[in-house]
């Protein structure tokens, strides 16, 4: 059935991989399709920043059954219409650029399909598609169909049984459109406790935007004759799932190239169901954009068993090394390394070397002996934890912060989770791993200065295992969680509860165990493999700034832990804080920031009623500069706000 609200007459322009978002419009996700999110509009900086006045604000609370707190969506913006993504059903709205009113909406209703999705909400955002003529919006839904002027299941025709009610596969990044093709990833449920080691397999596939036929798939669990088959032992790649591509995905239509951020195997902490290196897992692959075919590949992680991932975009970047212009593709990472190849060839423009790391002792558990370091650009965040990395305010808080972590095991980065145990280790302790360094928001790069600009949190994993409960994981010897007090009364009852430190975070005193700064962007020459400046991002959080063990000291701004995207323009660095902090007139709210982009010093801040959920983007319109950005979070219901500067 046609959509006809989804197929509009506009014209186009075609967008490069990386020269920012051009013509003063926002026609991709990541501003151009090498995810770059660069805008060379200059507007609004740092003489007028704080100036910015809201221009409108879109709420999404009744796009849905219910209103949705965390809008991850970066809108497009096309001949003075955003486009995005928003609520709780995955709705696609169409709204006036200039004044936040709503043009048009579209929903689908999926039933029972859409309730058992594992990846709901708004997701990241949409596609968008001319050939001059016509126009149309291209998106995912919550139940794995892609809608544009009609209906692709992509449940169907991918290489492998899958059950329509199927809870483990969907998406929730956008669609990426290079010419007359659609690319499309995959995304499965959170992988600490799989329902069993058998799972649906991730591959990526390419459509026709005009008809929906099937262009392409590549494997990412290669077939019995595929690359990369003998790196699975024992037959795993034969039941093994995941490895799908949730992040991002970025295309060099000059080259005819497509860049894959892989994730990792079925199972983020135990994998000796699956022994072997396992490609194509936590791989940046490079496609043929028109045949799907493996042009080249980099394993950086081997054998995962840190949920590493790769989750965001690699950026395709145009750098001056040794005097030679080289088209390079630059990958951050959950691990905090920022990995730089040469994008034709797949080579690393500065040395990886393979390292020998710690080998466990979890029952069973395959380890490879080394992984990939790249010896440039140096770490942009802490990884690994040892006791240099605990609190240290005050000698007080660091001696009970050496006493909780003594409990559990610290090493470098690669150290392999542990088999939990009540009287130790009750854990790994890791910065840089599940929800560590950067995650899907990705980074952003500067194509005049060739420097990148990459977002970081210090959030500390626990890597503790237990062993499988059939009930909740079938067929896995093991799974995440940690031991339990045996003089604790069973679980739910009073008193009961994990160990000192336990829980989501490991705390002394409800701050964080690791030193700050918890929320960090770093400026990285591509040309050189340096880093230009680290600040910490986000104002001091309430309980830190109010702690009664701090009260007689002077504490830098530690940042705000939490996932969050940079936006670059001619002269600035742009980021919202996430979550929220009591400002000095009293009002709880969040900053929107902006930084000198050679400096990293403060250029201006403008207040958020809420944090921010969505990486922010920018347009021109009607001779005025926009700022648009996603906010949200508890108690908040998402929305959109606009800045721009007075009349």
Known sequence: MKRTILCLLLCASSLAAQTGARNGEWKTYGGDLGNTHYSPLDQINASNFNSLQIAWRFKTDNLGA?????????????????????GT??????????????IWTHGEREGGRGTVAPRQLSGRGLAYWSDGREERILYVTPGYRL???????????DDQEIDPLSREIGLHAAPVVAGDI??????????????????????????????GRRLWIFHTIPLPNDYGAETWENNSASYTGNTGVWGQISVDEEL???????????????GGHRPGNGLFGESVVALDLKTGARKWHYQLVHHGIWDMDIPDAPMLVDISVNGQTVKAVAQPTKQAFLYVFNRQTGQPIWPFEE???????????????????????????LHGFTVDDIIDFTPELRAEGLKIASRYKLGPIFTPPVVSKWEGPLATLALATNQGGTNWAGGSYDPETHIAYIPSQRSLGQLGLVPGDPNRSGDFAYIQGQARNPNAPPAGAAGGGGGEGGGPGVTVQGLPLQKPPYA???????????????????????????HP??????????GRPGIFGVLVTKTLVIAGERGTFTTPSGKVGAMLRAYDKATGKDAGEVYMPAGETGTAMTYMLNGKQYIVVAIGGPGFPAEFVAYRLPN
């Open 355 to 381: 390292r020998p790391v710690e080998k466990g002792n979890v029952p069973g558990e395959w380890y490879s002996p080394t992984q990939p370091f790249p010896t440039k650009p140096p770490a942009y965040d």
């Open 520 to 546: 960090s962007i770093t400026a990285i020459d591509l040309n050189k493999g340096d880093i230009v400046w680290q600040i910490a991002h986000g104002e001091t959080p309430d309980n830190i700034r109010n």
């Open 147 to 157: 809608i544009a002027d009609g209906a692709v299941d992509l449940k169907k025709d």
């Open 182 to 211: 659609v690319i499309i990833g995959a995304a499965h449920r959170p992988g600490g406790v799989p329902s069993a080691k058998t799972n649906v397999k991730g591959y990526v596939r390419a459509f026709d935007v005009r008809t």
């Open 89 to 102: 059903r995955r709705a696609v709205v169409a709204i006036d650029a200039g004044t936040g009113e709503l």
């Open 549 to 558: 063990a701090l009260k007689a000291l002077k504490i830098p701004r530690t």
């Open 66 to 86: 219910q209103p949705e707190f965390n809008l991850e969506s970066t809108p497009l913006m096309v001949n003075g219409v955003l486009y995005s993504t928003a």
């Open 256 to 270: 005819g190239m497509v860049f894959l951020p892989v994730e990792l195997p079925t199972g983020d902490y135990y």
